[in-house]
């Protein structure tokens, strides 16, 4: 099976611009959650979708935000970019639905640089 | 919220010597994670654990549970350069499959 799959995997874009990230689960994961990570704020939480529905949303400005399609394909959004925004965006996915047994499979990520 | 320390932050250690990671919750977890991520990799998961108490092992590497299921630990014997990397705990956060995670411990091994 084909691992998650994201792109881009570089990303460069100025402030105030807006950025769409694309995530690919393993085929038959439902549940895609986002993360950012920082050097200084470690691997925060984003948001989870499972079957089309947004399930969980991390404490992120609303300019994050994201969608998931029929296929399970995810996609996050950032408006408005700020130099904060620099991360690595990492997408996981997952079989279950939050069962107990839950491990997170995650992509490479994409690297964005917000100048 | 709910926030997970991890210590120490940093270890380096000769190849061949042990390893330990300690992770601390302020809540009550149903279960905790470990992940491994290696330099400019993303985290991979390595094992759950689920019930007080419990013990599980890899080859070198032991996991364990605490008994309150606040706080875990792995513990890498006799460490190799393949185990550079973070190590990151990560606790259930609500419903569904969110997760917190760990402030992470970097491993370096030198030869």
């Known amino acids: 099976k084909a691992g998650v799959t994201q792109t881009p995997r570089y990303l460069i874009k100025t402030r105030g611009q807006q950025v769409t990230l694309s995530c690919s689960p393993i085929?038959?994961?439902?549940?895609v959650s986002w993360y950012q990570q920082t050097p200084g704020q470690g691997l925060q939480f984003l948001f989870e979708?499972?079957?089309?529905?947004?399930?969980n949303k991390g404490n992120f400005p609303g300019r994050f935000s994201g969608r998931q399609f029929s296929n399970s394909r995810s996609e996050m959004n950032v408006s408005t970019l700020e130099l904060g925004d620099s991360a690595l965006y990492l997408c996981?996915?997952?079989?279950?639905?939050?069962?107990?047994?839950?491990?997170?499979?995650f992509g490479p990520g994409t690297r964005l640089t917000v100048l | 919220g709910q926030q997970v320390m991890q210590i120490p932050q940093y270890q380096h250690v000769q190849e061949g010597e042990d390893f330990t990671t300690y992770c601390n919750s302020s809540?009550?977890?149903?279960?905790i994670q470990w992940y491994k991520q290696r330099p400019g990799g993303h985290p991979v998961f390595l094992i759950q654990?689920?019930?007080?108490?419990e013990v599980k092992k890899q080859k070198r590497l032991t996991f364990q549970f605490g008994e309150a299921k606040k706080n875990s630990s792995l513990h890498i014997t006799a460490t190799q350069t393949t185990d550079v990397g973070t190590y990151f705990c990560?606790?259930?956060?609500?419903?569904?499959?969110?997760?917190?995670f760990g402030t992470g411990t970097q491993l370096k091994v030198e030869l």
């Open positions: 996981a996915s997952s079989p279950a639905s939050g069962a107990i047994y839950n491990e997170q499979f």
């Open positions: 085929s038959g994961h439902r549940s």
């Open positions: 979708y499972f079957s089309e529905t947004q399930r």
């Open positions: 809540t009550t977890l149903s279960n």
């Open positions: 654990l689920v019930k007080s108490g």
């Open positions: 990560a606790g259930p956060a609500g419903g569904g499959n969110k997760l917190t």
